[in-house]
């Protein structure tokens, strides 16, 4: 009897000295666990307030009462807006009304398109309740609207995709475009009119029978360094893409220069003035030394793709 006692108590001791050392394992696991996560903790910690001590840019001056782009934008330190010539397309394109700060641009069919990371100011004019007033629309209608206010109604002509000129002095002396088999032609069935309202009638079939495939053919090619507000970044592939050039400025003590952007795009919708999320201490603005590609919120353009109205 007294051997099986003996025998219990020794079991019971053992039992009792395994189960104190698993006890201590487990709480210097725990600890070390603690420590572990004490340290993923203080690092985080220390990492955000590094971020938070990141010297904050100085961005340009924003006006947000201004009505256009001129009176809106200021420039970046050090530079100076380049001087136009008054009555010019860069004047015209300077001084064209902006929606009020703030405003989303729309679809033509009323959605609205985002502004996050895309654009800053939304042009201000009537683009239509149809999917046609898109990326090289756009930029169509910005030289045909400078250029009919002007009274130089010769001068408004464009490419169709298939080749043809439509001319807009033959629509306003009555004639109208006929489109079949991918052959366009001119026939006469209204007297001379020359009203707004017509001229968007025009443009409305500009935007049908054009794209930027068509639009190049109406360009000519420009080097980088000769840019000119009113220039045209494009590209033709099968989906294709343009942006403009709205206004430029200039660091007179080092010949740096910078311009800004405006688009249209697909499905059809306001022209936008580009942000820059490449470098936003100077957005909207670009410096014209960004190298082989031109990166802009919603398409890469190459050094090559800018082009200038032949006339």
Known sequence: MKKL???????LTLFLVIFTDLSIEKKVESNNEELHKT???ND???KEVEWLTVEKKNYIEIDYEGANIR??????EGFQRETIKEGSFADYLANKKLKNYGYKALYYNGRIKSNKNIYDSVLDYNIGNQNLH???DAIMFLKADYLFNKGFYNDISFSFVNGFKAEYSKWMAGYRIKVRDNEASYHKCKEQICTYEDFLKYMNMIFAYCSTISLKKDLTPVR???MQVGDVFINSETVGHAAIVVDMAINYETGEKLFMLAQSGTPAQQTQILININDATISPWYSIDFGN???TPEWTFSSTELMRFKK
């Not at 006692?5 to 079991?11: Q, V």
């Not at 009176?71 to 970046?76: A, E, F």
């Open 71 to 76: 009176t809106r934008y200021n420039t970046p």
């Open 293 to 295: 590609e031109l990166i």
């Open 5 to 11: 006692f003996s025998l219990c108590l020794i079991i």
């Open 224 to 226: 980088i360094h000769e």
């Open 44 to 46: 985080i910690t220390l």
């Open 134 to 136: 898109q990326a090289a």
């Open 39 to 41: 340290k993923v903790i």
